[in-house]
């Protein structure tokens, strides 16, 4: 009675722990080559939820058919503090106590740290960039659609030629030229999100044409499809039913006005990218 008392005890725990989510500095390697680095990740439905950051309040959903596999994620070199030689300049040696930090034989390419730095330079939140390119491609690097846009975010070739983008397929130009575009977008539109969504989606000429969201189905279930994802990232950080819940901020540090759905302004000034983008 002892020995399967004791084998039940175990059962139960192994599986109370596989129920866990699981709590580690990883890299989860896609099978298109992506790599996102995440501080601990959980199973929800058919997705894996990644938490990019340490307190929880950012996260990316990813398929978890499209997981390849989980590495450790490296620890980031950290040097010896200098000796009394070392600081005069003594036989000084570039040491480091940490491992290399390399994910795999793969060359891989971290996601997060592609889509935090575009954001920064074109002052957007990375949850919303994420939010696009999950919508644009699933994180497929080689996605191309029916009318040719390529890549992570979706860039027609014309418009990847004028935001100087040469190759559409490398993530780190294509997340460049897209968060650009729909900073771009964002301004020309006075930031509103859904007419910035709109336009990325069916092109600038057919919001202007129908001043607004076209009736386009593909459009519309387009821009729901970003607006919930994001907002659902908002909630999580508690910040979605607050007026400070923006998604650029505007030159000189001042954060742009609410987002709202209204667009009834049909007055647009002309973005630097001609209209090529409609997919």
């Known amino acids: 009675m002892k020995i399967r008392s004791s084998q039940s005890v175990a059962w139960i725990v192994t599986i109370i ?3 866990l989510p699981c709590f ?3 890299v989860a390697v896609l099978k298109n080559g992506f790599a996102i680095k995440h501080e601990r990740r959980e199973i929800v439905g058919e997705l894996t939820r990644l938490y990019v950051s340490a307190d929880g309040s950012s996260f990316i959903d990813v398929p978890t058919s499209e997981i390849e596999h989980f590495e450790q994620a490296p620890e980031e070199p950290v040097e010896d503090p200098p000796s009394p030689d070392n600081a005069r300049g003594v036989g000084a040696k570039p040491i480091s106590s940490g491992r290399p930090a390399a994910f795999s034989a793969r060359p891989v390419t971290n996601l997060s740290q592609v889509v935090n730095e575009a954001s920064g330079r074109y002052r957007l939140d990375p949850d919303l960039v994420n939010s696009v390119i999950k919508a644009e491609s699933g994180f497929n690097v080689r996605a191309v659609s029916p009318k040719g846009a390529q890549g992570l975010m979706q860039l027609m070739p014309g418009t990847a030629s004028q935001l100087g983008v040469p190759n559409a397929f490398d993530p780190q130009a294509n997340v460049e030229g897209g968060t650009r575009y729909l900073r771009e977008l964002l301004e020309r539109y006075n930031f509103d999100l859904v007419k910035a969504l709109a336009a990325y989606n069916a092109g600038p000429q057919r919001v202007e044409q129908f001043g607004g969201v076209p009736p386009y189905y593909e459009t519309r279930a387009y821009v729901a499809r970003i607006v919930k994802d994001f907002n659902k990232k908002k909630i999580a950080q508690g ?8 998604v650029a901020q505007k030159k000189g540090g001042r954060t742009n006005p609410p987002v709202t759905a209204k667009s ?3 007055s647009v000034s002309k973005t630097t990218v001609a209209s090529t983008q409609g997919k």
């Open 17 to 19: 722990v596989a129920a």
């Open 24 to 26: 580690a500095g990883e």
């Open 239 to 246: 910040k979605a039913v607050t007026p400070q819940n923006n």
């Open 264 to 266: 009834n302004s049909k």
